[in-house]
């Protein structure tokens, strides 16, 4: 079964950029969608962005215009870029790799992102 490593988080103040990766253990051509999702405490994981095996994305409202993910299918990575990060962003971050046939739904073990001043 495919395992996901997240790398990039770290400490920014607000306006500023992080690059998150995600990287695959195996090919991730045919995982019908990897995503990034973020939770703080007390408070259910979030979905923040996902795109899927077909180019398709998707974004919570509230970093439509800040972030941008991408997914590499040659090198089994998928970053979420993050610009003008605000302390609300503050989180852990999670990779997710969900496939429906045959169906998985794996996660990475998360990064931690802090935005503030």
């Known amino acids: 079964q495919v395992q996901l490593a997240e790398s990039g988080g770290g400490w920014v103040q607000p306006g500023g950029s992080l690059t998150l990766t995600c990287t695959a253990s195996?090919?991730?051509?045919?995982?019908?969608?990897m995503g990034w999702y973020r939770q703080t405490p007390g408070k259910s994981r979030e979905l923040v962005a996902i795109v899927t095996s077909r180019g398709g994305i998707n974004m919570v409202d509230s970093v439509k215009g800040r972030f941008t993910i991408a997914r590499d299918n040659a090198k089994n990575t998928v970053s979420l870029q993050m610009n003008s990060l605000k302390p609300d962003d503050t989180a852990v971050y999670y990779c997710n790799a969900h496939q429906a046939r045959p169906y998985f739904n794996v996660w990475g073990r998360g990064t931690q992102v802090t935005v503030s001043s």
């Open positions: 195996e090919s991730i051509s045919k995982v019908d969608a």
